[in-house]
């Protein structure tokens, strides 16, 4: 009569144990994720990352095969596969441990590496899958060592490499130390099925445990999902006055960032650790403080004004020279001067705290919100609602200021106030009280380090100083002279503007050129290396290169 119990106590039971464990890790990974980084869920990560990797004929029969359930059956296909591996690693935990541990270790940094590899990657993307596989680790090394005694347990004794797992064979070998190698344990033990189910009820515990941490995850983002069903349904209205970008404001060269930034490729700062999902049937924009009179706005309210559709570049404050913290935008919006006119402010204000849903503050001098500048509460970003990250429903954009000072997302709240009575989020962290933004340029090609042919290379970058305006670039090829680049069409003193030096007959070699933009009012852009605290970053950015 085949002993089947060895079979379960070989394998089947570490491979329950396996599965369970990395059940438990791969809840908390959604959880987490959930919390901290919703788009870096273990599970999406991974099958994004294999849809990225796979060939196109797979995806094609993948398409012909599920249909629009592709995905579905995806995320299907990934959960098999993690159970099978999961299994196996707890058979490889209870005989040869510590490599279970390891493999499962293998599965989180296979998470993380198709978290950080994502666009739009943030730090936080590797953290669920960390705490997936930190989880799982433990766990399985929890429930290995709650293995019924004697079969599969970690150090069997007396088994050869061959005789390893076989069926049958786990049922009569033991660890000489283990209860099991009481003569008794050859024969069946009523102590062994109280094990047996001792165990099952602590893997089954784990399972059931790391299921309800994905359910909980899945429901803390029932607020965002519905935000964002919200989000797709709405169709903002035509700009009263619309923004026109002219076409050569876009040069075109491979390399040099586009004029208007992309939504999905615009630089992300905030605070916020999960994205407020605010719903726009809820919002409303209190304005108060020192006014004569309180105005609120509601969202439908906001809709229904002649809504103005405005470029402006955004930039953060701790843009280091060079950086990419910065972006433009069509923004659409209505002007906070024309809301602030009904509330009317005191004569001793002088500035605006704008204040966030998640409590974030931005500080803005009165005056900069009441000039003829487009200082608006936008609804629109390219064409689309705001995306969720980028403040939906409504946000500041204000051209001249770094956004810590102005560019308040999911604003909520504005106080009318003085410099002297209130303070913003980061001016309490030692950054300025007020930013405007610094001149600066940057060269976006050749890329640092990137091998050139020779012949005429292409010199091209962004210069920008917001609400003032770019009247030249020069760039200096090694340490020569100062030469003057070619600007393409601005869109306005409110946006960036690209460049380009076309150097004929580059003499092979490495060079280093170097950047700096001249102002509208006649500033040339300083040398002087300044870093980002308290308000933004200045020198002339460089990039060396190899012509040959
Ligand atoms: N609510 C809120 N708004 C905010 C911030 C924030 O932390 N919270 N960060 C500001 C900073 S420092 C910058 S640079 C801009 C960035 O806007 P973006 O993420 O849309 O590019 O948002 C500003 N608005
Ligand atoms: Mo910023």
Redesign the pocket.
């Known amino acids: 009569m085949p002993d089947t119990s060895g079979t379960v106590r070989g394998w089947v039971l570490p491979a329950i144990a396996g599965a369970a464990s990395v059940a438990f890790g791969a809840g908390l990974g959604e959880l987490t994720a959930a919390i901290v980084a919703p788009a870096s869920s273990p599970f999406v990560v991974v099958g994004s990352l294999l849809i990225d990797l796979a060939p196109s004929w797979a995806k094609d029969a993948a398409i012909a095969l599920f249909g629009t359930a592709d995905k579905a059956a995806l995320l299907i296909g990934i959960g098999l596969v993690l159970v099978a591996v999961a299994g196996a690693a707890g058979v490889l935990e209870a005989r040869r441990p510590p490599w279970g541990r390891v493999l499962v270790g293998l599965i989180g940094v296979v998470g993380a590496v198709a978290a950080a590899t994502r666009a739009n990657a943030t730090m936080l993307a590797v953290v669920p899958s960390a705490v997936a596989a930190i989880g799982a680790v433990l766990a399985l090394q929890f429930l290995v060592r709650r293995l019924p005694a004697g079969r599969g347990a970690p150090d069997e004794g007396g088994v050869t490499p061959a005789g390893r797992g076989a069926p049958g064979e786990g049922g009569r070998v033991s660890r000489p130390d283990a209860p099991s190698a009481d003569p008794e344990a050859l024969a069946p033990r009523p102590t062994n099925g109280i094990d047996r189910r001792r165990f099952l009820g602590w893997a089954g515990g784990a399972a059931v445990l790391g299921a309800l941490a994905a359910f909980g995850g899945y429901a803390l983002q029932a607020g965002t999902r519905a935000v964002t069903a919200i989000r797709d349904s709405i169709t903002l209205p035509r700009a009263a006055t619309s923004a026109t970008v002219p076409a050569s404001a876009e040069l075109g060269i491979d390399g040099l960032t586009s004029v208007i930034t992309p939504n999905t490729e615009?630089?992300?700062?905030?605070?916020?650790l999960a994205v407020p999902a605010v719903d726009p049937a809820t919002w409303s924009l209190r304005i108060h403080g020192l006014v004569d009179r309180e105005v609120t706005l509601t969202w439908d309210e906001l809709l229904a004004l002649p809504l103005e559709e405005s470029v402006t570049t955004?930039?953060?404050?701790?843009n280091e020279v060079g950086g990419d913290?910065i972006?433009n935008a069509v923004w659409l919006g209505y002007p906070i001067r024309e809301l602030l006119a009904r509330a009317t402010p005191s004569a001793d204000a002088d500035m605006v705290l704008s204040r966030?849903v998640?409590g974030?503050t931005?500080s803005t001098p009165l005056t900069v919100l009441q000039d003829d500048r487009n200082a608006i509460l936008a609804v629109g970003m390219n064409g689309e609602p705001l995306p969720a990250?980028?403040?939906f429903p409504v946000?500041m954009v204000v051209p001249g200021l770094?956004?810590?000072v102005s560019?308040?997302?999911?604003v909520v709240d504005l106080e009318v106030t003085r410099f002297d009575a209130a303070s913003a989020?980061?001016t309490d962290r030692g950054w300025s009280e007020r930013g405007p933004i610094k001149l600066q340029s940057r060269i976006d090609v050749p890329r640092q380090g990137q091998q050139v042919t020779a012949g005429d290379v292409v010199i091209a970058g962004v210069a920008w100083h917001q609400h003032v305006g770019i009247a030249g670039v020069e760039v200096q090829l090694d340490d020569s002279d100062w030469r003057a680049a070619t600007l393409a069409t601005a869109i306005s003193d409110d946006t960036w503007v690209q460049w380009h030096y076309e150097w004929a007959d580059a003499p092979s070699g490495t060079h280093t050129v170097r950047v700096r933009a001249i102002s509208a009012d006649g500033e040339v852009q300083t040398a002087e290396r300044v870093g980002v605290v308290p308000d933004g970053a200045t020198g002339l950015h460089d990039r060396t290169f190899d012509v040959s």
């Open positions: 615009f630089y992300r700062i905030d605070t916020a955004l930039a953060c404050v701790s913290l972006g966030s998640d974030f931005a990250e980028h403040g946000r770094y956004g810590y560019a308040t997302k999911w989020y980061w």
